[in-house]
């Protein structure tokens, strides 16, 4: 049992005072205790206290004012493993291991004053560190509830702190507060002023969801010390046996520092001389050395941080001590350094940053997003096969060994079906083959290397992709030289082979079932390198020997084409009321149980070379893998069977692998299949495939393992079962039964007496939900719809720029809505209502300053890049209409060309040829195809977008949508030059900074002579004029020094003068016709920070602040520009 008690004490520098804490705590059951208002101000205060209370561990931030200061005090015969607090006297927190569990405790004093208490909240989250057993108390100085927490007699009625803290600290942690969910109708307080008849309860616990989970009471109890009562904390905390398992990864940013590149030289220098590069023993001994040396480097990278932190922190309580007008501007500016180097730190902390759509997010937003793909791999409970439902990690890692050694065990395979099963199959011809053939190349290397996407989790080596990249230049041939050695010799040095396996939680996964989880290897990136050079040269042969109905990992195939054939199939067949079945036949852990022996066999009949399956036994032959489950991990298991999902190679390996099944699915005469319109005409069968004499005949649809067939009665799914029973055999796969549906199309006709299980509403085909008239479902539209809005509302809380919003509602709400949107067709209403709700969180509920139509353009144009959901749908459309123009061979363009005919002929004109009847229906998805391609190409639309163009989404948007910020219509030397924003965005201001310039260079900043009514509240703060934006940034004479300083830093940095214009300041004029684009950025630089002073110090006006002279806002522009990002050039 622990008991945590936090008290506001309201003074504690009095040997009075101590003596009676002494007596409180000697008859009160403790272990922590949290003090707050300590008066405590100097050093000399806390050696005293320190000397009275020796028996503990006590870490205290000392206050800035007489009333200032928290601490946390702990028995010392707890480890204390880590401590810290804030430069203020508003946070201390400890971190222990309590039963070898690490614990963190933090108490925090909040500001009275509300201007400062709510400043003080919105970046209280970098002072706490994040752990699953967090506890934070203490004096919030604000409620939960107006109505349960605060006696309605003496109500000091305070709406923003509590949100505050709600958004910056409780749901960014995932907290809660422990006394109210224990206690949901009591009412109690915590705070007494019964001289004006307050109470109020501001002394509270917050604690993540395990510490509420083995929290056994809490409860206020009266001291007497104070005005306050203490809260008490009893926290019951469970023995844990489990092997922690600390995974490092290495920090990308290590390897930016002058030192790093130094020592490795040295280290490589080393290796050169000494290492024998005729074996691959010496690779493992340079990984181990790289590894040192990167801990090294974050050993050396966190001591400067923490030292530059605690003389950040001295410096400021030093000045903080009756504090001069220039200690003012310094403490400002102290404030802003720590806040960057708290920053800093977490962004570290934060996987994938580097990863794309992430890296322009604040780093609450990235914490959300990685918080959310841990919690994804994050187990609670698994079913054990004897001892049921099992939480502790010890059993889960029992039950996870036992599962996969039998998974990945070596399947029993019956080769007596190989010539069945590989009879008649295509092979390589001898030229393809060949290609595969070749030596591995330095240069193959390096472009794998270059092609890999930063900012994904590394293997079980920790080094990152980042790392690779920056010393390839120098270990590249030394690198191909081991892997051709390992090749000569069979084999691999020890490790290289290793892999961390992870398990996904699967959507629908709400059972302990290890069946519902999807196993993910994690590879080092050195073996990553020489997969991905494999899997780039397997791609380019694929085509040659698998069928076009499969479209997994082959290059002009996409996962679009099998829902296009589903889809159309289904409302082909439902519009003629012809009754038909398509079986989603589900294979067990399908990947897992593929036999490395019939790995070897399928490439051998498929006609692949000796080298090239050399390197495959090679890479699977003798491999070993880890099971991470939560913080644990399991002994190595061998990999005796499967295809590893999270190996550059696996998609090409299984589609190799299950090529046979579908083959023999093909050319098996008892299993039916259907013939698309068309398909009759050796005309219209030319135009498709450019072949001629080919039987077109649709028996399957194939994605990697999701493979649908077609169905007419029963004896169809028993031959169609016969063949997967053939191919389980030869390959040591398994038909999961339970899990195969059949869908059924008919409106009068009830089903056959099928074996597997019967939908006749709709079904799910590649995520993408179809019912029977080939439509999206009403009732699955309401969720797609109700989950976007449910995550519009949770991002809400987070406070993002309008840019971050944008990028966050493109990439992380809105995706799965769009991918179903671009397959499938829609209500023209309902994207107008979604594209509404888009706005609303885009301005997050706020009044829109800016046109809609100019939001949706690129940022480089004035835009936000907020997402146009009709002209994205518009443009999957119009791609989908350009494959029909195109060559390649689509099975989908037969029941296109009904559908497309009338209006594309004018363009295409072999799409007319024999096809009757032709329709021209918009509500179909291929109508709706042929409209918006129409429409494309009268705009003037290419036939064929390569590359080198902007996609056809941006171009839709330039081209209908998009309208030019006002400010490009009034200012006439904006009227055709778009430089003036892509200044702006690449002049390295903050994101805040750069929306606040966007927004006032297109009039959507609300000044007083906006907002007024009455002459008074129209005038300026300063004087007695108008409070325009004209007048405001550019003619107030109370800015005049501001000015000034300003134009000294421009000179100083580019040498130029700028008058004092709005032309000049807020537009750029003399700025763009500048020929050096440094010169530009700097002073763009400059400008928008003078800007955005005088916005800040207007607000802190506003509120009560200084308005006698400039010296606030000078400060305001001093402390953004302490570091110029140019300075160096």
Same mark, same amino acid.
């Given at each position: 049992?622990?008991?945590?008690?936090?008290?506001?004490?309201?003074?504690?520098t009095s040997s009075?005072?101590?003596k009676?804490?002494r007596i409180w705590l000697n008859?009160?059951?403790?272990d922590v205790?949290?003090?707050?208002?300590?008066?405590?101000?100097k050093l000399?205060h806390?050696e005293?206290?320190?000397?009275?209370?020796?028996?503990?561990?006590?870490t205290c931030s000392?206050?800035t004012?007489a009333?200032?200061?928290?601490?946390v005090?702990?028995?010392?015969k707890?480890?204390?493993?880590d401590?810290?607090?804030?430069p203020?006297?508003r946070i201390a927190?400890?971190?222990i291991i309590y039963?070898?569990?690490?614990?963190?405790i933090?108490s925090i004093?909040?500001?009275?004053q509300l201007s400062?208490r709510?400043?003080?909240?919105?970046?209280?989250?970098f002072?706490?560190?994040?752990?699953?057993w967090l506890i934070?108390?203490?004096?919030?100085?604000c409620v939960p509830?107006?109505?349960?927490?605060r006696?309605?007699h003496?109500?000091l009625?305070?709406?923003q702190?509590y949100?505050l803290l709600?958004q910056?600290?409780?749901?960014p942690?995932?907290?809660d507060e422990?006394f109210?969910?224990?206690h949901?109708?009591?009412i109690?307080?915590s705070?007494?002023?019964?001289s004006?008849t307050?109470?109020?309860?501001?002394?509270l616990?917050?604690g993540?969801k395990?510490?509420?989970?083995?929290t056994?009471e809490?409860?206020?109890?009266?001291?007497g010390?104070?005005d306050?009562d203490s809260i008490v904390?009893?926290l019951?905390i469970?023995?844990?046996n489990?092997?922690e398992?600390?995974r490092w990864i290495?920090n990308?940013?290590?390897?930016?520092r002058?030192?790093?590149?130094e020592?490795?030289k040295?280290?490589?220098?080393?290796?050169l001389?000494?290492?024998?590069?005729?074996?691959?023993e010496?690779?493992?001994?340079?990984?181990?050395?790289?590894?040192?040396l990167?801990q090294?480097e974050?050993?050396?990278?966190?001591?400067e941080c923490?030292?530059e932190l605690r003389?950040?922190q001295?410096?400021?309580r030093f000045?903080?001590?009756?504090?001069t007008?220039n200690?003012?501007i310094q403490l400002?500016?102290?404030?802003?350094?720590?806040?960057g180097?708290?920053?800093?730190?977490i962004?570290n902390?934060?996987l994938?940053q580097q990863?794309q759509d992430?890296?322009?997010?604040?780093?609450?937003?990235k914490?959300?997003?990685a918080?959310?793909?841990?919690n994804?791999?994050r187990?609670i409970?698994l079913d054990?096969?004897v001892?049921?439902?099992?939480?502790?990690n010890?059993?889960?890692?029992?039950?996870?060994?036992n599962?996969y050694?039998?998974l990945y065990?070596?399947?029993?395979?019956d080769?007596?079906c190989?010539?069945?099963l590989?009879d008649?199959?295509?092979?390589l011809?001898?030229?393809?083959?060949?290609?595969?053939e070749?030596?591995?190349?330095?240069?193959?290397?390096?472009?794998?290397?270059k092609?890999?996407a930063?900012g994904?989790s590394?293997?079980?080596?920790?080094?990152?992709v980042e790392?690779?990249k920056k010393?390839?230049?120098i270990i590249?041939?030394?690198?191909?030289?081991?892997?051709?050695?390992?090749k000569?010799?069979?084999?691999?040095?020890?490790g290289?082979?290793?892999a961390?396996l992870?398990?996904?939680?699967?959507?629908?996964?709400?059972?302990g079932?290890?069946?519902?989880?999807?196993p993910?290897s994690l590879?080092?990136i050195d073996?990553k390198i020489?997969?991905?050079?494999?899997?780039?040269?397997?791609?380019?042969?694929l085509d040659?020997?698998?069928h076009?109905?499969?479209?997994?990992?082959?290059p002009?195939?996409?996962?679009h084409?099998n829902?296009?054939?589903?889809?159309?199939i289904?409302e082909y067949y439902s519009r003629?009321r012809?009754p038909?079945a398509i079986?989603?036949?589900?294979?067990?852990k399908a990947?897992?149980?593929?036999?490395?022996?019939?790995?070897l066999?399928?490439?051998?009949?498929?006609?692949?070379?000796s080298n090239?399956i050399?390197?495959?036994?090679?890479?699977y032959l003798?491999?070993?893998?880890?099971?991470?489950?939560?913080?644990s991990?399991t002994d190595?298991i061998?990999f005796k069977s499967g295809?590893?999902?999270?190996?550059?190679?696996?998609g090409?390996?299984f589609?190799?692998c299950?090529?046979?099944?579908l083959?023999?699915?093909r050319?098996?005469?008892?299993?039916?299949?259907?013939?698309?319109?068309?398909s009759?005409?050796p005309?219209?069968?030319r135009?498709i495939?450019n072949?001629?004499?080919?039987n077109?005949?649709?028996k399957?649809?194939a994605y990697?393992?999701?493979?649908?067939?077609?169905?007419f009665?029963?004896n169809d799914?028993?031959?169609?079962?016969?063949?997967?029973?053939?191919?389980n055999n030869?390959?040591?796969g398994?038909?999961n039964k339970?899990?195969t549906?059949?869908?059924?199309i008919?409106?009068?006709?009830d089903?056959?007496?099928f074996?597997s299980?019967i939908?006749?509403e709709?079904?799910h085909f590649?995520?993408?939900?179809?019912?029977t008239?080939?439509?999206?479902?009403?009732?699955?539209?309401?969720?797609?719809?109700l989950?976007?809005?449910?995550q519009?509302?949770m991002?809400?809380?987070?406070?993002l720029?309008?840019?971050?919003?944008a990028?966050?509602?493109?990439?992380?709400i809105?995706?799965r809505l769009v991918?179903?949107?671009?397959?499938?067709?829609?209500p023209?209403?309902?994207i107008e209502?979604?594209q509404?709700?888009?706005?609303?969180?885009f301005?997050n509920n706020?009044?829109?300053?800016i046109?809609?139509?100019t939001c949706?353009?690129?940022k480089?144009n004035?835009g936000?890049?907020?997402?146009?959901?009709?002209?994205?749908i518009?443009?999957?459309?119009?791609?989908?209409?350009l494959?029909?123009?195109?060559?390649?061979?689509?099975?989908?363009k037969?029941?296109?060309?009904?559908h497309?005919?009338i209006?594309?002929r004018t363009y295409?004109p072999?799409i007319?040829?024999n096809l009757t009847?032709h329709?021209n229906d918009?509500?179909?998805?291929?109508?709706?195809v042929a409209?918006r391609?129409v429409?494309w190409?009268?705009k003037?639309?290419?036939l064929s977008?390569?590359?080198s163009?902007?996609?056809a989404?941006?171009?839709l948007?330039n081209?209908?949508?998009f309208?030019p910020?006002?400010?490009?219509?009034r200012?006439?030397h904006?009227?055709?030059?778009?430089?003036?924003?892509e &200044? =702006?965005?690449?002049s %390295?201001?903050?994101t805040? /900074?750069t929306?606040?310039w @966007? $927004?006032?260079?297109?009039?959507?900043?609300?000044t007083?002579?906006?907002?007024?009514?009455?002459?008074?509240?129209?005038q300026c703060?300063y004087?007695n004029?108008?409070?325009?934006?004209?007048?405001?940034?550019?003619?107030c004479?109370?800015?005049?020094?501001?000015?000034?300083?300003m134009?000294?830093y421009?000179?100083?940095?580019?040498g &130029? =003068?700028?008058e004092? %214009?709005?032309?000049e300041? /807020?537009?750029l004029?003399? @700025? $763009?016709?500048?020929?050096?684009?440094?010169?530009q950025?700097?002073t763009?630089f400059?400008?928008?920070?003078?800007l955005h002073?005088?916005?800040l110090f207007?607000?802190i006006?506003?509120h009560?602040?200084r308005?006698?002279?400039?010296?606030?806002c000078?400060?305001?522009f001093?402390?953004?520009?302490?570091?110029l990002?140019y300075?160096?050039?």
């Open positions: 049992m622990l008991v945590i008690i936090s008290y506001n004490i309201r003074g504690l009075n005072k101590h009676l804490l008859e009160t059951q403790h205790i949290l003090l707050q208002e300590l008066h405590m101000t000399k806390l005293i206290f320190r000397k009275a209370f020796s028996e503990y561990h006590i000392l206050g004012w009333a200032g200061g928290t601490l005090m702990i028995k010392k707890y480890n204390v493993i401590a810290g607090t804030d203020d006297g927190y400890i971190k039963e070898k569990i690490p614990i963190v933090v004093y909040a500001p009275a400062e709510c400043s003080f909240f919105k970046d209280i989250r002072y706490i560190p994040s752990t699953k934070v108390g203490g004096d919030f100085n509830d107006n109505i349960k927490d006696l309605q003496g109500i009625t305070d709406n702190s949100p709600l910056n600290m409780i749901n942690l995932l907290l422990i109210r969910s224990k949901p109708r009591k109690t307080y705070y007494h002023n019964d004006r307050i109470h109020s309860r501001i002394d616990f917050f993540s395990i510490i509420k989970q083995n056994t809490i409860y206020y109890l009266p001291v010390l104070s306050h904390l009893k019951n469970p023995s844990n489990d092997k398992f600390h290495c990308p940013t290590m390897i930016t002058n030192t790093f590149m020592q490795f040295l280290i490589w220098n080393v290796f001389k000494t290492a024998d590069f005729d074996s691959t010496w690779w493992n001994d340079f990984k181990t050395s790289l590894i040192f990167l090294e974050e050993r050396h990278y966190n001591d923490r030292y003389q950040l001295c410096e400021y000045r903080a001590t009756n504090p007008e200690d003012m400002d500016i102290i404030r802003k350094e720590i806040y180097i708290l920053e800093k730190k962004s902390n934060v994938g990863e992430v890296t322009s997010l604040s780093i609450l937003a914490a959300r997003i918080h959310a793909k841990s994804k791999s187990i409970f054990h096969p001892k049921g439902r099992v939480d502790s010890i059993d889960m890692i029992e039950t996870a060994t599962f050694e039998q065990d070596t399947k029993p395979i080769i007596s190989w010539n069945e590989f008649d199959i295509p092979s011809n001898k030229i393809d083959s060949d290609k595969l070749c030596d591995i190349t330095l240069t193959e290397c390096n472009d794998a290397l092609s890999m930063m994904r590394p293997g079980t080596d920790g080094i990152t790392v690779w010393i390839f230049p590249g041939e030394y690198y191909v030289r081991m892997i051709n050695t390992a000569l010799k069979g084999h691999f040095h020890e290289f082979l290793n961390l992870t398990l996904l939680k699967k959507d629908d996964n709400n059972n079932s290890l069946k519902n989880y999807r993910l590879m080092n073996y020489l997969s991905k050079v494999l899997s780039i040269r397997l791609r380019k042969v040659q020997v698998i076009i109905d499969q479209s997994c990992g082959i002009g195939r996409t996962i084409d829902v296009h054939i589903i889809r159309s289904i003629h012809d038909i079986i989603q036949w589900d294979q067990e990947f897992d149980r593929i036999n490395h022996v019939y790995l066999e399928t490439l051998k009949r498929l006609g692949f070379g090239y050399n390197w495959i036994k090679l890479l003798n491999a070993t893998f880890k099971i991470k489950i939560n913080n991990i190595p061998s295809i590893r999902q999270g190996c550059p190679l696996s090409g390996l589609v190799l299950i090529e046979p099944l083959h023999n699915i050319r098996n005469v008892r299993i039916p299949g259907v013939l698309p319109p068309g009759q005409f005309s219209v069968v135009s495939l072949k001629e004499n080919v077109v005949n649709i399957l649809s990697a393992d999701d493979v649908c067939t077609i169905a009665n029963v799914e028993r031959e169609t079962q016969a063949m997967f029973e053939l191919y030869a390959s040591g398994k038909t339970d899990k549906i059949i869908f059924w008919s409106d009068w006709l089903p056959p007496n074996k299980k939908e006749r709709y079904c590649l995520g993408v939900p179809i019912d008239k080939g439509k999206i479902p009403s009732i699955e539209l309401d969720k797609m719809i989950n976007v809005n449910q519009m509302g991002w809400s809380t987070i406070k720029s309008l840019f971050e919003r990028t966050v509602l493109k990439s992380f809105l995706s991918y179903c949107f671009s397959l499938m067709p829609l023209k209403k309902t209502n979604l509404k709700d888009i706005n609303k969180c301005w706020k009044h829109q300053s046109s809609f139509y949706v353009g690129k480089g004035g936000f890049a907020l997402l146009h959901l009709n002209s994205m518009a443009s999957y459309r119009i791609k989908c209409g494959k029909i123009f195109s060559t390649t061979p689509k099975i989908w037969f029941y296109a060309y009904q497309v005919g209006q594309l295409a072999w007319w040829t009847p329709f918009e509500t179909n998805f291929f109508g709706d409209c391609t429409h190409i009268k003037g639309g290419k977008i390569d590359d163009e902007p996609s989404y941006w171009q948007i081209r209908c949508v309208r910020p006002i400010c490009c219509q200012v006439p904006l009227k055709n030059n778009s430089a003036f924003f &200044i =702006i965005h690449k %390295k201001l903050p805040t /900074v929306e606040f @966007i $927004l006032l260079a297109n009039y959507g900043v609300n007083r002579e906006r907002l007024g009514k009455t002459m008074e509240e129209k703060l004087c004029l108008p409070e325009t934006t004209t007048h405001l940034f550019i003619q004479c109370f800015f005049q020094e501001l000015f000034t300083m134009l000294t421009i000179q100083n940095a580019s &130029i =003068i700028i004092r %214009k709005v032309d300041i /807020v537009y004029k003399t @700025i $763009l016709s500048i020929d050096s684009t440094l010169v950025r700097k763009s400059i400008i928008g920070n003078y002073s005088i916005w207007r607000s006006t506003i009560g602040g308005r006698h002279n400039c010296n606030g000078k400060s305001i001093k402390t953004k520009m302490k570091y990002p300075d160096n050039g």
